[in-house]
């Protein structure tokens, strides 16, 4: 599916209030991981600055041992401190890498900014080495700017 047919129904997801925030964003990593194909493993991370953690709140794919990841570990925790976008091409070539499983190729990880503070990320996994290009980039930072309207 497109990114562009997806909008809608991020949107949908989001709006709906009747939900709490952690089942919005579970649905929002479902719809993603089911609807691109190299979109492997999908999830939410938030920041906990008192212990400069991240912690995982939603995701949908295989269920990972990474529930906490200390600021600077891995892609993630290295996300959590230059507040930028990080797109691996092949993890293999990571030396900062955590592994999830040794299915994953590749990783993108882009910055959750809520009245412009990082206050976590999504983050996803491919089984294909590269498949992520500019216009991913663009589609999570959209989907995180809705994602930082229904947070508190």
């Keep these: 599916m497109s990114f562009s047919n997806l909008k809608p129904k991020i949107t ?7 939900e709490s925030v952690n089942e919005r964003l579970t649905e929002v990593c479902e719809l993603l991981q ?13 920041a906990n600055e008192a212990e400069q953690t ?10 990972t041992d990474h529930t906490v990841i200390p600021f600077g570990k891995g892609i ?5 401190v230059s507040n930028k976008n990080f797109v691996v091409a092949d ?15 590749s990783e993108i990880v882009i910055p959750l900014f809520k009245d412009g503070k ?4 999504i983050d996803i996994d491919s089984h294909i ?10 589609f ?13």
């Design 54 to 63: 991240l912690h995982l709140k939603a995701f949908a794919g295989e269920p």
């Design 12 to 18: 949908t997801i989001l709006a709906n209030d009747t």
């Design 140 to 152: 999570l930072e959209w989907v995180n700017e809705e994602v930082a309207k229904i947070l508190a």
């Design 34 to 46: 089911t609807s691109i194909g190299y979109y492997d493993w999908v999830g939410f991370y938030f």
């Design 118 to 121: 990082n206050i976590g990320q």
């Design 76 to 80: 993630c925790g290295q996300v959590a």
């Design 91 to 105: 993890v293999k070539a990571q030396s900062n890498y955590i592994a999830c499983s040794i299915t994953v190729k």
């Design 129 to 138: 080495e590269d498949p992520f290009s500019e216009q991913d980039e663009r």
